[in-house]
């Protein structure tokens, strides 16, 4: 299902070596789109290395809003020798492809279903720029020029996103300036300008940012009073504690003490991090550890440790490509398993799915509420796609008059008053029992154990005793429905066809049913936000005959969540799947499910 | 209340642990009682009923206690771990608490065997040491006091269960001292390491003891006695304004040069002799909640509007997204 | 359902405290109806402790060979003050109590319904043993000769085997002849004897032994040709490298150099015997760990790693009562999920579920075998009932003509012949592809990686590539099926009901039919030996209307795996589940069975 | 064929490891090469196509190359670290892997950050050293050198990737050591640890750089050359009869002195400086295979009928079970 480009309805792909500085170009190309009012998404397709390896960054205009990849490239940038026969054969038939001229192209790489741009861009550099750094970064910003050029794009937006980069250093905004008008004087002296496909100055970008959702998660994690962060460093969850630290930085260091009304510990490893947090949690900060595929299976122990003693605490899985070490810098939705059963015995966590940076924010405070409301670890799983790449996403809002909900915590006041206080005693019925902070007062002490434990909170080895306590945890997972947040529906009784998704699965689908719709091909949605299911989601499963489920992992693990906690019968669910490490894109669910509707009416 | 083996060196512990909360006077909620697994693990749960326990999982009980350190400086922190706790499985955990100089008392129950799961050799059975079943270890022991003079630590000790007047003082300075304050305190098992043959039995430890450095608790009110003699008593400033006098059993010994303390301990243990005492202490190295310079007010009680910067401040912040 | 004793017919409770040495009394008791030619079966409930706390030893004597815990006593010996009033609860209505009359007995503490023999067992032995030590335990032996004397044990039974026992030391023999003569002596002046229940000497246990099922797991690994173990100590798996050592200082010592054909190493903790494994995997050894849950959890890492690689290891995960440390000396089943799909991302791994000792020592033998044919870890699963506890079974016979399957593994002659070697090409089409071992030549050398690789063995972060051989991973998974041993069914056309069950509920399931076929109630059963599923497996499945899953585990944890890796619909499910940590008895199945039957009746 | 950033000092210790085993000419497919995850754990990539090479999980390499060592002892192992995979996430198996004295060469490539998941200070970071944005580093380093002292290790080296002169020796010295043969290798990150204010930059390795023992490899064959002088030359005897000559640049350090060793680093780590060579060696220590009584034959190839007691032992010895 691959269509024509058309004015603000194009993608845009620059091939590189990563370490040369083309992040900062790239950005400019994205941010230009952005302010001249055009929906636009960045992906970044880098290795797993530091310098030297190819490195693509795609851009999607798309005045419609979407956000998946197009999966169809119409101009190519062609930066790197190495990817570019590769490149060259991405290019979608009537695309462009620009290429560095100050080098003659090898002639056996060649097309005729595409136009190739020549620009003589180390050349023209070489001959504008001094240094041998500069010469390099500005390659980079020349191409933007020449695609400004080809693609009618606002020069004063440009200039102005240079004066404001470079603010303190006008030289610098100069002479980056001096690179776009290299390549957009050369594209318009040489070549037909603008392309029969352009950016069209808009409006739907307004009280919109542009951001990736590492950064929010940190603003989500910032704005809900989280104050200890554990972590050891792991791609691509990296982001998450580099962005909390610079936004604590900002704003939690005491302006009279200098003190700071945070703590970020860089673990020694994962292990250590999940012991943290959950030492922090139990102490009655509001503590997070972020991480990724291998820091979640090595903090198995600890997530069971911490259902079983209920603890407070907020795991974030920003999911990449396993299993194993996997491929670090490519995308996955394969955790969701190994998180919703983590660890030995019967355990069972909460998880989170939001499906942008958005939902990243407002989740992350959720994540906190529901972990003391629950009195449980919480696990937010993101990917890499959600946490890494560039977003547009509604400007977040924060309600000044919201309170942490910090569950059912005894302080010294209920302490003195109460006769005597039991950890794990159920006494409102709704499997929640009452917890105690350690320093607050005397009363309240107690035994926190792994090990077999009463309702009193005392160690048994007794099976009627024991089994109490994990009966009781049953029935907290039923509570948890009635807390986590609900699902997202469209809805029409007249279809019978379902699909579910989650997470960064969600812009694929979304633009999958429209191209569907136009097919005349009608679906609901139900997107999950979370794990325990609420009561809508079997109601959805109940409403259909037949309900994809698409995600981005090879053995349909949400699937596999619906089978075993929801009433649904198999042959309901078609899983579609989606699991290269490649952010997943339209194409995948618009063929498959009309492939088989087509199957259905010629049967 | 304990429901150890009857004589196991770990009881001792726990007498000598709740004589000095009781000396120090800590109220029993202001202190959290840590551990990881094993028999010595077991001991936060036979003291101070009135204290925060919490009793984690096997030989992670640092990052427990980093955490809740992190979230609340405001209360005195003591872990009790085993040999197997906190030098087999527990060793990576274990020596970043001494990088991190967790502000802590850490007290290893030490019996050369893992007690609760019947007897294999710890990583800190000692070389030729003999299991109950006659076979000789090959391997050299892990001594954490070495180890944590080799990273940098701040304060070292080496005790035996069965010397209280040592070891309760030495409790009482690591409670003070303002760091990882880690005590290795040699704790025979009865069951599985009190035969002939082990070097970490209640007869073998009496033979070989060797005091170096005795040190007492002087808190803050009191004048240091005049009784100890210039050469050999040194008292130890610390941030409280408590002493910690450091007594001087072996002349030459110096307890607070690194170096020659780790080429002391080594000589012991080329003789085969258990040295004991306060065998290093450092004072001036900042510990955790300083070095991140963590707030008076501990971060789990502060309150969310500190935390919080609102709307306002959200609003301006996203022209940077823009 | 629970029935009268009779002869043959009945079980005896010893309560006693831990480390008083009733281990050995309990064992002569155990072997005398076993040489007296009667199924018996031994259960140990034991404390999480060394010395001072309750403990407990099942023996449950059955002329029908019932394995289960039979959920009732019929005679207690009560030699633990502490637990006097549970003890005494415990006793069936009818059954007959033995206390140490020595101390009087508290008043209050009375039933009118059981029989109470009172001994003066303290007394008898202060009379008659010397030193303190002994008197402690010859009260343990003289309690067995009061058991002898009211069952009408075979005198000469117990007297072989005490000589067999003390062969070295005729003083103990002696001494502990006595104390049982003071025991049997004692009872048969004082009471009515024998009970009315008693053991009549039968010829039911020939060809058979008495063994735990960690020692026949170690004597598996043993000839399976196992030669690299590494462990972290755990209960319940202890015992099988302590096993797993005593064989080995038996056979595998080489007489003439003093050499050991094994290694041993007593890992930092449980990553690293993950780690350990691997590496002698992967260098050509056959090697294992034993470890228990937390152990599982804490391997998670490595078992994706192992999962992705292709090496071949066998875990052996003696299950405990989860979550966390949980209760480390009660048994559950509720490993089974985590294991299955142990560490993030799409991963899945080869279950082994023997029943039993004897299952416990062929299938250690297969674990191996599927190991190296499949190139993948493989778990075998069973738990502290099968791995701690006495069970009688058929001899173990080994097949002199058995020779290891070690899979596709090329020599040096073949690395001379072929051109070059691809470590993960599929040439054979069922997705195993050929390894070398390092050291072999030079043409075998490959590297060995986490992170993603192609077919070739290569690095890569190529979608195609990679998926490739995820791909390939996943038809691997439909080879396995053809690998792994089949089910074990029992299957009449005429019933409509069946039962799935699988490891140690295997003989309370067994039970449970011949009770419920009694009562008119047919089922069918299948037991399940392996993960991922066979054909019969959904053939079964499809045959029945209701199937009922028996399983120890709260959360139904094979029930999901049915449901998951069948097409089975979900009504048809019915789980049964035990799980507080006592080995499961027949009436938790035929009481739930039958009261649904009854519902169905009145319906 | 390296990935690595042009300049990353891993390249040299790559050349460097690839001289030493040209020169000791080991058969390739003899040599097993093992790593964890970082940049530097990718160097076993880079060098001897025809070993077989194990790039394992983060910090997890030691128990890998403990388990191939036990099955196949008649390899040459070398392994290839980080400073985060071995000292971080990786300290509790590397501490057990020195305690067992496994017969291999592991080489830290230590840069002093994390270099794969971009800069962040590494626990090898020293105290003070300045991050790329200016943070100050403020825990102290843990040296694997004085770790390996204080565990009572076989081997400890340390070198720098930019002196090849003495890094190859050393490389060919640790192969032929029976034991566990520790290389610290300062190995700068020219990406994101090499500014001003960096300890482990290549101009402060450079400035700082204080070489104390130098170590040269002798193959069994060949005779000491006499142009060392008796005062400073110190051969050591390895098993297979090849030598390690030290020769002394510090006439006052003893590397066969534990104790003295130690003190002499510390000292050099108070001073500033960076203290290089065979800091450490004791050749008599038994490693584990020997410990472990383990046959000439590697258990790996050891045939079945070895292994196999039978169905006759079998029989007889179920009669201890009736
Ligand atoms: C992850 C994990 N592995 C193994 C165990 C089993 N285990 C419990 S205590 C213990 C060793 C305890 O030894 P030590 O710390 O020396 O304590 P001791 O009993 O000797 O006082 C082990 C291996 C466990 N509980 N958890
Ligand atoms: C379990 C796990 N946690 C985290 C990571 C991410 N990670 C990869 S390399 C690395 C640090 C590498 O540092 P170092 O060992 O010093 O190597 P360098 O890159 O500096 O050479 C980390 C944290 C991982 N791969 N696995
Ligand atoms: S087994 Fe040893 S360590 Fe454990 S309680 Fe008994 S004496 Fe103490
Ligand atoms: S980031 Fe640093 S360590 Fe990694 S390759 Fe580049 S220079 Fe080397
Ligand atoms: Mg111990
Ligand atoms: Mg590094």
């Known amino acids: 299902m691959s269509t024509r480009p058309g004015n603000n309805d194009f993608t845009v792909k620059i091939a590189n070596v990563n370490g040369t500085g083309s992040a900062s170009a790239n950005a400019l190309l994205m941010k230009t789109f952005f302010r001249m009012g055009i929906p636009v998404v960045g ?5 797993s290395n530091i310098q030297g390896l190819p490195t693509w960054y795609e851009i999607r205009v798309s005045g419609e809003g979407y956000l998946a990849r197009s999966g169809r490239v119409d101009v190519m940038v062609a930066m790197n020798a190495e990817t570019y026969q590769k490149d060259l054969e991405e290019v979608a038939p009537g695309g ?36 041998a750094r500069s010469r390099v970064l500005m390659k980079n910003v020349a191409y933007v020029g020449a695609i400004a050029g080809l693609l009618d794009l606002d020069l004063d937006v440009i200039r102005d996103s ?46 919109h940012v542009m951001i990736d959702g590492n950064t929010a998660t940190a603003l989500g ?28 930085e900002k704003y939690r260091v005491d302006p009279d003490t200098g003190e700071n009304n945070y703590a970020i510990i860089q673990a020694e490893d994962e292990l250590a991090a999940a012991g943290m947090v959950l030492g922090a949690g139990w102490s009655g900060a509001r503590a997070f550890t972020p991480t990724s595929g291998p820091g979640i299976s090595l903090m198995n122990e600890f997530l069971g440790y911490g259902y079983f003693t209920e603890i407070p605490a907020v795991f974030i899985d920003v999911q990449r490509c396993g299993p194993s070490t996997g491929m670090p810098t490519r995308t996955q939705q394969a955790d969701v398993m190994s998180c919703a059963y983590a660890s030995h015995g019967d355990t069972r966590h909460v998880l989170l799915f939001p499906a942008n940076p958005e939902e990243c924010f407002y989740m992350a405070v959720q994540a906190f509420d529901l972990a003391e409301q629950l009195q449980t670890p919480v696990i937010m799983l993101t990917d890499l796609d959600i946490g890494m790449n560039d977003w547009m996403a509604a400007d977040f809002k924060w309600d000044d008059a919201y309170k942490p909900s910090r569950g059912k915590v005894l302080g010294e006041k209920e302490l003195q008053e109460i006769e005597q206080f039991h950890r794990y005693l159920d006494s409102d019925g709704d499997a929640i029992p009452y917890r105690t902070l350690p320093g607050v007062h005397p009363k309240g002490a107690y035994f926190t154990r792994g090990s077999g434990h009463n309702m009193y909170g005392a160690y048994t080895e007794d099976a009627g005793e024991y089994q109490e306590i994990v009966d009781r945890l049953r029935r907290k997972w039923e509570t948890a429905k009635c807390y986590v947040p609900q699902v997202e529906q469209e809805y029409s009784e007249q279809y019978r066809t379902g699909i579910i998704a989650y997470g960064s699965s969600d812009g694929a689908v979304r633009e999958a049913r429209d191209q569907l719709h136009k097919a005349g091909v009608g679906t609901n949605y139900l997107r999950v936000k979370a794990f325990p299911f609420t009561d809508d989601v079997q109601e959805f499963l109940d409403a259909h005959d037949r309900i994809y489920v698409v995600e981005q992992n090879r053995d349909a693990q949400l699937h596999n969540l619906l089978l075993l906690e929801t009433r649904v019968s198999q042959e309901k669910l078609i899983p579609i799947l989606h699991y290269n490490g490649l952010p997943i894109n339209a194409a995948v669910i618009t063929d498959r499910i009309s492939q088989e509707v087509d199957k259905v009416v010629a049967a | 209340m304990s429901t150890l083996c ?7 512990v726990t007498g000598a642990l709740v004589q000095a909360a009781f000396e120090l006077d800590i109220p029993p909620h202001r202190m959290a009682k840590l ?55 527990g060793m990576g955990q274990f020596t970043h608490a001494v990088r991190r100089n967790l502000n802590m008392l850490y007290i290893i129950e030490n019996n050369g065997v893992y007690g609760l799961t019947k007897g294999q050799f710890s990583a800190s059975a000692d070389l030729g040491s003999k299991a109950k079943k006659g076979d000789a270890n090959q391997q050299p022991p892990i001594d954490p006091c070495q180890v944590v003079l080799a990273l940098g630590g701040s304060f070292a000790a080496r005790s035996f269960s069965g010397d209280k007047q040592q070891l309760v003082p030495l409790i009482k300075a690591g409670l003070a001292h303002r760091g990882f304050a880690v005590i290795d305190v040699i704790s025979p098992c009865v069951t599985f390491n009190d035969h002939e043959g082990s070097t970490k039995s209640y007869k073998f430890t009496r033979d070989h003891y060797h005091p170096a450095i005795h040190a007492d608790y002087v808190p803050p009110s009191q004048e240091i ?18 002493k910690i006098v450091l007594r001087k059993i072996d002349e030459y ?15 012991a243990q080329t003789d085969g002799e258990i040295i004991t005492g306060l065998l290093y202490i450092d004072e001036s190295k900042p510990e955790m909640q300083e070095i991140n310079r963590m707030p008076s007010v501990p971060l789990a009680t502060m309150s969310y509007e500190k935390l919080c910067p609102g709307n306002d401040k959200l609003q301006a912040l996203q022209d940077r997204f823009r």
């Open chain 1, 43 to 47: 992906k970044n397709y880098f290795p």
């Open chain 1, 96 to 131: 462009y492809l620009i290429y560095d001229s100050t080098w003659p192209r090898a002639k056996t790489l060649h097309r005729d279903d595409i136009s190739v741009i020549g620009i003589p861009l180390a050349k023209m550099c070489n001959e504008h720029f001094d240094t």
């Open chain 1, 162 to 207: 240079l004066r404001q980069t470079f603010a303190a250093k006008a030289h610098l905004a100069d002479a980056n300036q001096q690179a776009i008008e290299l390549g957009y004087n050369y594209v318009r002296e040489n070549y037909q300008c603008p392309l029969p496909f352009q950016a069209i100055a808009d409006n739907k970008t307004s009280d």
């Open chain 1, 221 to 248: 994690c910032l704005y809900a009073g989280a104050t200890v962060g554990a972590w050891y460093p792991i791609t691509p969850s990296t982001s998450v504690m580099d962005a909390f630290k610079g936004f604590c």
């Open chain 2, 6 to 12: 009857a004589g196991c060196g770990h009881d001792s």
């Open chain 2, 35 to 89: 551990s990881g697994i094993g028999c010595s693990s077991k001991t936060p749960a036979y003291f101070l009923r009135q204290s925060h326990g919490f009793n984690s999982v096997h030989g992670r009980m640092p990052s427990v206690a980093t955490g809740a350190n992190a979230a609340n400086g405001s209360l005195s922190y003591v872990g009790v771990s085993g040999d197997g706790d906190t030098l087999s499985i």
């Open chain 2, 225 to 242: 006695l005049a009784e100890y003699d210039e050469g050999s008593a040194m008292p130890v400033e610390l941030h409280d304004g408590s």
């Open chain 2, 253 to 267: 010994y110096d307890p607070t040069d690194r170096s020659a303390a780790l080429t002391q301990i080594q000589q």
